[in-house]
Nanobody
Framework: QVQLVESGGGLVQSGGSLRLSCVTSGFTLDSYAVGWFRQAPGKEREGVSCISPTDSSTYYADSVKGRFTISRDNAKNTFYLQMNSLKPEDTAVYYC?????????????????????WGKGTLVTVSS
């Protein structure tokens, strides 16, 4: 059974940091493109950061470049999102997702509807 379980969300003050983790099971992570997506109240879901399985190339949305870092540890079947210098506009439910086809990281982040597996989400709240 495929599972993706996020953790690490919470309440943090503006300028603070959080590290999200996505523990996966039921499939071989190293062959999947993976990413983090978020959805704020009243807004559409957006791709925050994605990483490809082939060359580990990464993509970041302009709004998080220089502040967020995505990484993966295939041996632990886990991938991460380190979020620094958080802003109130980063407040959202963050979802991890995986795609069995090794698309580029940018394509994955712009085509969330094609992701094969999703976690249930973790809430990140940044207070001003």
């Amino acid at each position: 059974q495929v599972q993706l379980v996020e953790s690490g969300g919470g309440l943090v003050q503006s300028g603070g940091s959080l590290r999200l983790s996505c523990v996966t099971s039921g499939f071989t992570l190293d062959s999947y493109a993976v990413g983090w997506f978020r959805q704020a109240p009243g807004k559409e879901r957006e791709g925050v950061s994605c990483i490809s399985p082939t060359d580990s190339s990464t993509y970041y949305a302009d709004s998080v470049k220089g502040r967020f870092t995505i990484s993966r540890d295939n041996a632990k079947n886990t991938f991460y999102l380190q979020m620094n210098s958080l802003k109130p506009e980063d407040t959202a439910v963050y979802y991890c997702a995986a795609d069995a086809i090794p698309y580029s990281s940018e394509f994955v982040c712009h085509n969330s509807a094609g992701m094969d597996y999703w976690g249930k989400g973790t809430l990140v709240t940044v207070s001003s």
